[in-house]
């Protein structure tokens, strides 16, 4: 999370436009789960890895450390897709139960792989929204859009506060391991739910005193900031309308040609 | 005659738990006067600078804003918290914004500025505290020195005609804290009423007009630097120890080396010079 913040801060894109740079990836996401096909899929991943890597810093080993997280997460999920319980045999694998098998046919197995290099490419257009745009950035893009106002400022505080409360947790820790709060499990546990119960106390007075501070500065109720966010070239606005018509006209392409 | 900006009349407070944090404090404050609120910590130092904008509404007495009680309606806390703003001890109960820019622009909006004025107002903060270097970082990797800059600008682009500045200078290195102290002579040349609390006796000996002694919620004392810290008794009531300068100065006069005549020595640099020009 820290990581991800500080690669989004350090982007080469950082200061490109968010609404152009959200436009690209979302409006690729959509075009690419819509398609449903390798070949645009293959595209989309190619294009937004290299993309990310090249423009956000992350090297090449950590880019493909951070897709690790996501992919076990559906390979797990898909196992379910692809295998069935079926009382007929199918035509790859079939493991008798009892009476029923547990089989794996051609077509459930396409469909499994199928979805999950979808899944990995859209993941792809995500990751490269989140390092190359810091989250305050995307909170604009959110309010451009009309989200009701309570959920962006939620969300600007709980960001702002993430750092502030995991520093606190942090020097909590560090002082309990100072005096060999985790020597063993059970200390450990015992140690982890200190850290917690004070780090409640402390947000919530944290909480008071940052209300205290945001009244003496004539709060009323609602968070108004100045929003800076620099606009977008004609030449990038170009840029992506034509990238996006190209990927629709290949989906189309791929769609008519049975799917691939 | 300046006017008075600030006037406390028998300000008392309990909390809820029943602590008396303060017990009838009489005040008063002139316009453009460098305050220094000296004290131990849980003497009320804090509690009383918020109800000084109104952030805390006395249980009993009054507080005078510009010679007028404050009216704690919502239009009428707006016009003091216009007046009168506190930069908070830390600067991470303060800063809620992870945006240096959004994070100033805050104050100035509610002010009911438009956003183009709000916006040259922070630009001229900005560059006035020399944040520009850094107003591009997110608050959560600045340090403390920057971080209080922010703080502070957050609070200098309402405009208000009295700052009050819980310890700034707690937490910082030295370095960062002569900047600070660089930036609080700046406020003061603008004619802005500064109210600082600290626990640096040399260094409200060299900068106060005035030092005010809280102890247990009172007021104990006040009076100028030279006066206040020259009690020993009134000292050692509050914790506080005399300024280094102005010990030797004493102990320099006793045994004969220095003239009691002599104006009292406020920087080192002085009592310096007055023990080479005494060889």
Redesign the interface.
């Known amino acids: 999370m820290m990581i991800i913040d500080k690669l989004a801060y350090s982007s080469q894109l950082r200061y490109k436009s968010p609404f152009l740079k959200s436009a690209f990836a979302v409006g690729t996401l959509l075009i690419c789960v819509a398609a449903r096909s390798f070949v645009v899929s293959g595209i989309v991943l190619i294009l937004m890895g290299c993309l990310t890597v090249f423009y956000s810093r992350t090297s090449l080993s950590h880019y493909i450390k951070l897709m690790t997280a996501p992919f076990a997460f559906l390979a797990l999920g898909t196992i379910a897709i692809a295998v069935n319980y079926t009382s007929a045999p199918m035509d790859l694998i079939s493991i008798p139960v009892g009476s029923h098998y547990l089989a794996v046919s051609v077509t459930s197995l396409t469909y499994a792989i199928r979805l999950i290099v979808v899944s990995i490419a859209s993941i792809s257009c995500l990751y490269f929204l989140t390092l190359t745009t810091p989250l305050l950035d995307l909170l604009a893009v959110l309010r451009r859009m009309h989200c009701p106002w309570i959920i962006i400022e939620l969300m600007m505080l709980i960001y702002r506060y993430i750092f502030v409360l995991l520093d606190m947790a942090l020097a909590i820790t560090t002082a309990q391991n100072c005096r060999l709060g985790n020597r063993d499990a059970k200390t450990a546990i015992q140690a982890m739910g200190l850290m917690l119960s004070v780090l409640l106390v402390r947000a919530l007075n944290k909480s008071s005193l940052l209300f205290d501070a945001m009244e003496s500065r004539c709060y009323d109720g609602e968070i108004r900031v100045l929003n800076e966010s620099n606009p977008s070239s004609i030449k990038e606005k170009t840029g992506v309308i034509l990238f996006l018509v190209a990927l629709l006209v290949v989906s189309v392409v791929c769609k008519s040609n049975g799917g691939i | 005659m300046k006017k008075t900006v600030v006037k406390a009349e028998k300000v008392c407070y309990t909390y809820d738990d029943g602590t008396q944090a303060l017990k009838g404090i009489d005040l008063e404050i002139k316009q453009g006067e460098k305050i220094a609120i000296m004290g131990a910590n849980g003497s009320g130092k804090s509690t009383f600078f918020?109800h000084l904008?109104g952030?805390m509404k006395p249980k009993s007495g009054v507080i005078y804003i510009d010679e007028n009680p404050i009216d704690y309606s919502?239009k009428g806390?707006?016009e003091v918290?216009?007046k009168v703003?506190?930069v908070?001890q830390?600067p991470?109960?303060?800063?809620?914004?992870?945006?240096v820019?959004?994070?100033i622009?805050?104050?100035v909006?509610?002010?009911g500025f438009t956003?183009e004025e709000?916006?040259a107002k922070?630009e001229q903060v900005i560059e006035e505290l020399n944040i520009t270097e850094f107003k591009d970082?997110?608050?959560?990797?600045l340090s403390g020195g920057q971080k209080k800059r922010v703080a502070i600008a957050?609070?200098l682009v309402?405009n208000p005609e009295v700052i009050i500045l819980d310890e700034p200078a707690s937490a910082l290195d030295p370095k960062h804290a002569r900047m600070i102290d660089g930036i609080v002579d700046q406020l003061s040349e603008k004619g802005i009423t500064v109210i600082l609390s600290t626990h640096d006796v040399e260094r409200a000996l060299i900068w106060a007009d005035r030092v005010i002694l809280f102890h247990d919620g009172c007021v104990v004392g006040q009076g100028s630097p030279d006066e206040v810290f020259s009690n020993e008794e009134l000292l050692a009531r509050t914790n506080l120890e005399k300024p280094t300068v102005l010990r030797i100065f004493d102990r320099l006069c006793e045994v004969g080396i220095l003239n009691r005549e002599l104006p009292i020595p406020h920087k080192a640099e002085e009592l310096e010079q007055y023990i080479i020009q005494s060889r």
């Open positions: 918020l904008n952030v919502r806390l707006l918290r216009k703003g506190i908070f830390d991470d109960n303060q800063l809620f914004s992870a945006n820019t959004q994070e622009s805050f104050g909006l509610n002010l956003e709000a916006k922070v970082k997110p608050t959560h990797f957050d609070i309402m």
